[in-house]
């Protein structure tokens, strides 16, 4: 049985064309004028794009002996429904746990997902096993491991750690991931503020100013450089952690920068709520920054210091975040955006000219596909690439609101917004799963996608580091002699 | 009749693999595993890339009664021979004339061009005659205009015309260039060092610092800005020039900057050199800077705050240069490079881990294609693109030497310089140039390459700036009141 | 005829400490502890300091056949009460007017000045005239030359005549200031505005926005440093130009920025008014900014990168500012302060922590005195110092208010706000001139106060810029030889 | 007894004029033309400064069952002899020990002090008792804290330690100091460097890069942001750290900067003798770096961007050094400078037009004084003042050589550099010290001097941080409400 999108303008992060797309067997596999197909799929007036792909979700999290809400099933489908075909997910171990266990609990938690997705593996512990199972990790298609530079006791590594994690990924070929705030100065400051009574969500905000994201940010870039490895700075929400980004990157050290969609369009007075519950539902990690911070992370899509926009999409309904009443550091961390990413970007970077729309596919698709080295078989309209595909209506609106979303929670942190840029049609590996508003979502569609390590940023930077590494100075006589 | 390249590796700005790529009527027709045609290429153990574009280039440019020693043909030639395909030239009107009669006469220069060729129209001059001759210059597919910052009393415009002449750009959807060096502070630091005895070609390097570099880049940069244009700064050298950029782009600017393979790869030094022939035969505009500056440079192409590598080849004999015997502000600015560009990158760039593959190719090709809006009709190995296609073999070695090159003069400023990466097969539309040192170039077969206006840049950066533009305040009875 | 202030705290630039101040013949004669004299002043719960000192002003200032409304006699006046008991005003040659000349017609001004004064002399031509009467005017002790970088068509320089211009203070030992915003962009912006029915105050704004001041600030920066001279940037208003000054700073460049007092604290928002005379009284050269603007000034001040505040007082009368009525162009520029400098930054820079005592001095006075190379004659609190001496109330308050303000205007910029922090006595050169609200100004009292050149930063960076002066590459037999 | 130094001319870090000093009983007595003495001192052709202030030794510091070599006898001595009349040394508890008995250990050292001197108490560990402590010691007149980031496993505290640490200065008015290297980074690298085989002095560079010291200077000045105090850095010795001074200058944060005269003027290649020895004898930390950093620091200075020029006096004779032949981490760390950084800093500096002579006495003497908050009793020329005083001759040249120091230790890192500027006198509290190269130094005179803690800009920067301190948000009926 094939497919084909007809009639549309294809836009991917280099081009614009028009063209139509014939999909089988889960591919596209063929792009040209006038194709034809068993079912054919009408995108006049619409761009076909890459779909979205969400480099950073924690589906079905666990969390004080409960979970984020959103599971594979929900998640996923919240995703397609959005237009975003694919999500990267963290596998979490617990300190002194074994990697693999970690990942086989996590992979439990896959078998309804409607869509595509991979794992980034943290690095919660140090250890010769955490050392020699990176390895299997990597052999298993995993080739980026996360640290948290922040939640102390509990999933925070020190520098050490740190750097003896980025050091074997070197090594491996893989890519390390940072959680940048500094995680003791945010434990003072938290008991700091609790201490003067300072307990509501906007407490939260307090306990992370954007000094402590960006010190971290430049400390693991630091790291990275000492050992010769790219690096990735996940939820990078503030100028500081894009500052310390750009001033590497000007020195031709290979870092990315995450910004998230809720840090593009959200801020600080979020917090100010006289409604605890709306405050308490935006607390997440970094928090929402003022709108210079905004400007600085547009900016930085724009000029290219920063690659790609996630969501970091870990759900809580408000009955969870209520955990938090009387003392911010228990309201659990997270939002959710999965199924908004991609309008809300459209909406509010497309539709006045920040982002031309090859750049809206990079940022969400291409640029992640790439980064994480499983391009073109995602993020890329081109003949043999996985037929994730979006047809994308730019005049489609809604106002977003929680009562119509996908996502089993019971509010939206973008609940009123106007979005103008929806998807008409949504595949997923060549399967529709969206139509509108029809959910054609299937669980246990979505397959597991692995990646190679070794990437060539990997290969050039290993190289240059070998070229310019420290020689010793020759000396016979030792010592030689005096003054 | 057709042909396929079989059995390499295909690198192209955002990806590398292995497949045929078949040709016929100049383009490329299938890309894909186990082609066949009439003519089979073997790339095993290659490269197939897309074609080198030059962006600058100055072939047989009037210069005081005389011309540039390389014209259309030599020059495309040399330029084919390293796996340059496309030239984009300079067409110069004299203050005061037609546009479109200059272009007449750079039109007649190209009858013997070996390689496709394009044009930027330059501004030397303002009135309306201009103003309306621009907008026939685009529908002649000229989409981009140069101004001169520096040469005072002959190609130099001042801020009020480049304004203008700017914000003609933006109406237009074109994309204005601009030589960065204060021409005042030139002539004045020209003249004082001329008055010391300063005269030798070092004196050259002295009269051009990079800070009026720096400072006149960030003068285009503002004016841009205010008329709501992207800006594409040719030759930056510096570090002050590339500050002004990142600066600029850290804003969401749109601004390029295009760094020569001579700046990357040659220093200051050449021009302390006791041999006054060597060192007046490195005279260009901006002169060579030192290593620091080198460091910027390479950097910048990294991170991507500047985007291509140019030659700004212009070439004089020995002969040409000694004019300025006695009198360094007389010795013809320019030199080669158009034959050494591609390898002298790779071996500097690619072979020392500095540059990515994909990124050599992007810089070389596939970003100047997207910035000047002909992509991927030229800079990409994509079916229906035209077949400007190389073939590099990445072993194949030789050293620079004048006395075996395809350019007519003299000399080589890469003199001596071991390269490891040159050209098996050059195609140009189709047509074999080069196999490995035969030239099969054939004057006459290049083409011009019309470009459209409103790139995607120019169209989202007008939305933002309409968008943000400053708003009249609505007043009744004015003046309204007293204290 | 002796007076001594007793019981109170001396605040220096440098330092704190409790003693009495003795004064004779208007000078500091004694500072110690138990002195006694003919009169004597309480100065319990005070902070004696030196006068502050402005290095802006515009008294009388002719334009369009009009005045600025405070002359020499009500703004010393209005400085003395509010603690400034000096002012440096800009002598203003008409383009083609002799130095010398303009400066007779300035002195002529000054008769009934009741506070000491000196003079910058702008240099709006340039011509072998001008080059020599410069030494002359150094000769008088005039050793700063103010250029204009807008005002096009009145008294705008080019790039040229700054060269120039700034070579020869740099040959006398002479401190070169500027106004600087790109004045063709102004221009061309203000067209475009009035084109398109954007006339009101508000357009005054938009057409001077903080790029092109920051551009102009770069472009002075880099001409100064090619000529090897200082450079004293007036009414630095935004984060463009500090960053332009920082930037040149950290290089080892010797330049001065100075914000005003009405930039550190008012913003653009004041434009917005929707009473047109509200507005049209805020319009200055550069106008106000916004927040970020101010923060950034303010870390200035902190940081030493900014190093004086000024007031630029150029005072218009409501009516004299309705000449705008329909044309922004014709609002004539400038705003009062003089009485409101000292009050103002010790209330939102001391009283909040943002400065200390010791720095508030030092911008308001030392600094200046400094700088402009007449330390300790004013600007100290040592014995032989002119005795411009205040005596501060941190606990006096008041309401600025037009209606009880010394000035002739019937306006002030800054009506409404709250000062904490105000003289109790002010001494010009020993005489009382103001005690509380009680004003004792003596119109004819004022001196002028004449500076040397050759100021120790002027010597150093000669030295400098000599040592590293480029060198010519001695050659035998040019050219010397071929390939 | 009086002491008169006539003829000469003063020079203070704010300004320089003819006039005699008066000196009773240790102290300066008056200043003013024509005085008259029991004894006179001729400084004609001389300067008349305030003695230096080193504000970094490390005398008789145990190290590994060995001192360093100069103890506070011979350490003072060479101060003086080259015109340094004040050190500010380090009190290094151990970990666990109590910082009085530390105290009492140091002072013992003290009583062959043949200058003044204070101390600065190290914080390298935390507990109630070192919180308790830090206020009686600051009872005694040491209010600065020093934290060591590197030196795992002895002296390093780790992020919490020192914001806790940083805090309780807050709160105390005192200043905490920082070495700033990512002490498990330098950890790492050694093991790493040692493993491969590079054991040599140069490993030692090689093993503390400048990205490591400047991450840590970032991490240090965010912590002291934090807590809302001000902050010190020693020996800054690259661009890295610099520019994290810079950066958080420019917000308005309170942090200062101190170069090390070996940093100014000798560079990486040092450690690239062929002589073991001779790298050896060059083994500090930081380790010297390379001529860019070198122009940053220069810069800085002009700038004032950095305040303080120090020495980090740490002597090990070659025979201590050689204790680290095969192991560069055995190396004991440390180089002289005492008795060169004056005139080094004066030849390097002042007669090179780097520096004003003012800016040399605020560097060495009175800005040392100012932050360290013993201003004017030291550091300066002024009635009350400690006559501190040296008569400094622009004229005197010496090689510097090991030979003829005065420091204990066989050579010199500034041995063959010749200085031309040197003192003619030197007095310490009045004693005269030095004449010339005959040396008076009487073991014993020097005293202790306690400092008050508070000083302005603690009291300022803490003031500006309760203004702007978050604020809880009032609610009523938490949680509020639903969605
Ligand atoms: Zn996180
Ligand atoms: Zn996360
Ligand atoms: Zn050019
Ligand atoms: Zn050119
Ligand atoms: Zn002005
Ligand atoms: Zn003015
Ligand atoms: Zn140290
Ligand atoms: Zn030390």
């Not at 997902?113 to 390895?135: K, L």
Request: with cysteine; net charge negative.
């Amino acid at each position: 049985m094939t497919k084909v999108i007809r009639n549309g303008t294809i836009v991917t992060a280099d081009r614009t064309w028009k063209a139509d797309v014939l999909i089988q067997h889960g591919k596209i596999v063929a792009i040209g004028e006038n194709l034809h197909a068993d079912h054919e799929f009408d995108a006049t007036g619409c761009y076909i794009m890459p779909g979205g792909i969400d480099p950073h979700t924690h589906l079905e999290m666990p969390f004080m002996g409960t979970y984020s809400a959103d599971d594979f099933e929900s998640g996923t489908r919240a995703a397609l429904s959005g237009g975003t075909t694919m999500v990267v997910d963290f596998c979490l171990p617990a300190p002194g746990q074994s990697l693999l266990e970690a990942l086989q609990m996590w992979d439990n938690k896959t078998s309804k997902a409607c869509s595509d997705y991979s794992f980034h593996m943290a690095i919660t512990w140090w250890g010769e096993q955490v050392f020699n199972e990176m390895a299997q990790v990597v052999d298993k298609g995993i080739t980026s491991f996360k640290h948290f530079m922040a939640y102390k006791g509990a999933l925070m590594v020190d520098d050490d750690e740190m750097y003896s994690s980025f050091k074997r990924c070197a090594e491996l070929g893989a890519l390390p991931l940072v959680h940048a705030e500094n995680g003791d100065v945010v434990a003072q400051l938290s008991a700091k503020l609790l201490a003067e009574g300072n307990n509501g969500p906007e407490a939260h905000a307090y306990s992370r100013p954007p000094e402590v994201e960006g010190e971290a940010t430049n400390r693991a870039i630091m790291i990275a450089d000492m050992v010769g490895s790219p690096l990735y700075v996940v939820h990078t929400s503030c100028e500081q952690a894009h500052e310390a980004i750009r001033r590497a990157r000007q020195k031709g050290m290979r870092v990315y920068g995450e910004p998230l969609i809720q840090h593009l369009v959200l801020d600080e007075t979020e917090y100010f709520n006289k409604d605890w519950d709306h405050a308490a539902r935006r607390v997440m990690s970094p928090p929402f920054r003022n709108k210079l911070h905004q400007d600085s992370l547009w900016a930085g899509l724009q000029a290219g210091s920063l690659q790609v926009v996630a969501t970091d999409h870990c759900s809580f309904t408000t009955e969870q975040k209520r955990t938090g009443v009387g003392n911010f550091t228990k309201i659990p961390n997270g939002t959710g955006g999965l199924e908004d990413r991609m309008p809300v970007l459209w909406t509010k970077g497309v539709n006045t000219g920040r982002l031309t729309m090859n750049e809206f596919v990079a940022v969400t698709s291409t640029n992640i596909a790439k980064i994480l080295n499983m391009y073109p078989k995602k993020g890329a309209i081109v003949e043999g690439a996985d037929a994730d595909v979006i047809v994308w209506d730019p005049k489609r609106k809604k106002t977003i609101a929680a009562k119509s979303q996908q996502s089993v929670i019971d509010y939206n942190v973008f609940e009123g917004i106007e979005v103008t840029g929806l998807p008409r049609f949504v595949f997923t590996r060549g399967e529709l799963a969206i139509q509108e508003h029809e959910v054609k979502a299937n669980p246990g569609h979505g397959e597991f996608v692995t990646r190679e390590p070794h990437a060539a940023v990997n290969r050039a930077l290993s190289q240059w580091k070998e070229i310019t590494a420290p020689r010793k100075v020759e000396r016979t006589g030792i010592p030689a002699t005096g003054v």
